[in-house]
Structures are given as structure tokens and as C-alpha cells.
């Protein structure tokens, strides 16, 4: 059974940093191209990055210019490292995997992703 699991999110000031990890199990993240996203309340889910299988190809939706995606594929997870978090970074975080094209492309969009994750809360408040 294809699973995702999130973790690393929390609550953190503005300025600072976290990093929020995609475990996989029952299938190789490496095959796949990998995506986060984040939803905030009364928003809709948007694009975060991606990530492309072996290659490491990456893409971030605007304004991301402070996240970096990457990947281990040792351990069979994706990360997320968030700097100089904002207030408006706040949101539930999920990592989703695209088995069907693997690709990772502008725009980050949510119908290519086939397999999600539960999500991890990020809240961004002094």
C-alpha cells in the first residue's frame, strides 16, 4: 500500500526556519515525481515544489523563492526546507506523489498528483 507521511511542522516566529519531511513507504520515491503543497484556512490548495525522480529536477510556484526541495533517496523521503518564514507561510502542508506522468512542472498543480500525505501543520506567529 502506497503511504506518505508528513512531519516536521510546528509553530516557529517569523525569520525562522523548519524542515518538514515526505517519508514513503510501499513504493521508491525515486520513480516518481514529488510535490509539496500547502493549504491555508479558507484557501485553496496550492503548489508549493517538485521534485523529479532520479534527475532532481525542481520547480517552485512564485513567490516559494524561500523553500528548498530536496530529496534522500536512501531513505525514501522528500524534504522541504522553509527559511525566513513569513506569517502568510502559515498553512497545513502536504507532500503528494505523481505516479502517473512523474513530472514535475510550472504550474505545481494539484489534479497531477494521485497519492497524498496527511499534511503537517506550519504556523508562523510571534
Not at 523529479?52 to 530536496?70: A, E, L, P, V
Request: glycine share 10%; proline share 3%; hydrophobic share 30%.
Amino acid at each position: 500500500q502506497l503511504q506518505l507521511v508528513e512531519s516536521g511542522g510546528g509553530l516557529v516566529q517569523p525569520g525562522g526556519s523548519l524542515r518538514l519531511s515526505c517519508a514513503a513507504s510501499g513504493f521508491t520515491l525515486d520513480y516518481y515525481a514529488i510535490g509539496w503543497f500547502r493549504q491555508a484556512p479558507g484557501k485553496e490548495r496550492e503548489g508549493v515544489a517538485c521534485i523529479r525522480y532520479s534527475r532532481s529536477n525542481t520547480n517552485y510556484s512564485d513567490s516559494m523563492g524561500h523553500f528548498t526541495i530536496s530529496r534522500d533517496n536512501a531513505k525514501n523521503t522528500v524534504y522541504l526546507q522553509m527559511n525566513n518564514l513569513k506569517p502568510e507561510d502559515t498553512a497545513l502542508y502536504y507532500c503528494a506523489a505523481n505516479t502517473m506522468r512523474s513530472v514535475c512542472i510550472i504550474p505545481i498543480a494539484r489534479h497531477e498528483y494521485d497519492y497524498w500525505g496527511q499534511g503537517t501543520q506550519v504556523t508562523v506567529s510571534s
